[in-house]
């Protein structure tokens, strides 16, 4: 495999510095989903922790080398996930934490983030506007932009995920992961071409936010002008050039998906899983719905994104 900006080793020695509440997080076949599906499927849960996201893991790499380099403070631009991750990071090391957020991000999580010390300041306008101004503070203040995707910390805290599916899992045929600003796709992705290349590794995006998909089909930066998905966790319009190279190293396909099977797939982990979930990490059930013969009679693996969920592979 050609090098992609992360490195495994690096990788390793992430998971000395995350706090263990964020690791070793449940591996198992669901198989109430199955017969739905049509396909074996394994579910590795990322929102049973004080973040309900496995945005944690980056945000205590970026943390703790804040600290060791004895910097006091940090900015973000967050949907609400990486937002709550920095704040929870931040907190537990003394750092003084800024989160940039969009007035129409969900509720709850802005009240989560000001729960957990941080400030908080919101913008007219979506996430693109909240990466500017998140840019214009730490230039101004003179301290450090958080930039999800494009820190590496954020892409290597997200592949430890990827080394506990390698290490304990099955063999499965497809990893299925949410894409969105790129952090967790290039992550497992790194890990999993890199220690299991046989497995496809597929990354799924809403139909309504196809930038970094579009990117990926195109080996080139498209930019579009507006977000039209319920999914808001994944909402990007403005890829980073640096994600989309490594994309284009360990990502096997790219797949878009409508809502109407967005919100089939959340409907489907409630049912049949249990399993309340942000509609950022229904993406890779809303795959397998659209695609039923690709994933028929394989072990899919379907990764979680945020507010509680799995990830999917397919059976040998």
């Known amino acids: 495999m050609q090098e992609t900006r992360l490195d495994t ?14 690791l070793d997080t449940p591996l198992y076949r669901c198989e109430a989903l199955e017969p739905g599906l049509g396909c074996t499927v394994s579910v590795k849960l990322e929102t049973a922790n004080p973040v309900r996201s496995f945005k944690g893991r980056g945000t205590e790499v970026v943390a703790s080398l804040l600290a060791d380099n004895a910097s006091r403070a940090a900015v973000c631009a967050s949907a609400g996930n990486l937002g709550q991750a920095l704040a929870w990071s931040g907190r537990g090391r003394g750092l ?3 989160v940039v957020a969009s007035r ?14 941080a400030g908080l300041e919101l913008v007219d306008g979506d ?25 590496i910390e954020t892409c290597e ?25 790129g952090a967790l796709a290039t992550g497992v992705g790194h890990v999993v071409k890199a220690l299991a290349p046989e497995v496809e590794v597929i ?78 990490a229904a993406l890779g059930i809303a795959a397998i719905l659209e695609d039923r013969d690709r994933f028929a009679h394989r072990w899919v693996e379907r990764r979680p994104t945020a507010t509680a969920a799995p990830t999917a592979t397919g059976r040998r």
């Open 9 to 22: 080793a690096r990788i390793r020695a992430a998971r000395r510095v995350i706090d263990p509440v964020f």
């Open 157 to 181: 805290g997200a592949a430890t995920i990827g080394l506990e599916l390698v290490d304990t899992a099955p063999s499965f045929d497809a990893v299925l992961i949410a894409l969105g600003g």
């Open 96 to 98: 003084d934490i800024t």
């Open 127 to 151: 996430h693109e506007v909240a990466r500017e101004r998140a840019a214009a503070i730490a230039r101004y203040d003179g301290i450090r932009l958080v930039e999800d995707s494009l820190d």
């Open 203 to 280: 990354c799924v995006q809403p139909l309504g936010a196809p930038a970094l998909t579009h990117s990926w089909r195109r080996r080139r930066v498209v930019t579009t002008d507006s977000t039209d998905t319920i999914a808001d966790g994944v909402a990007g319009r403005r890829p980073i050039p640096a994600v989309l190279d490594d994309l284009l190293l360990v990502a096997d396909d790219a797949v878009l998906v409508q809502e109407a099977s967005i919100t089939a797939g959340m409907r489907m982990l409630l049912d049949h899983a249990g399993l309340v979930v942000e509609p950022s």
């Open 104 to 117: 129409s991000a969900t509720r709850a999580k802005l009240d989560r983030i000001r729960a957990l010390d």
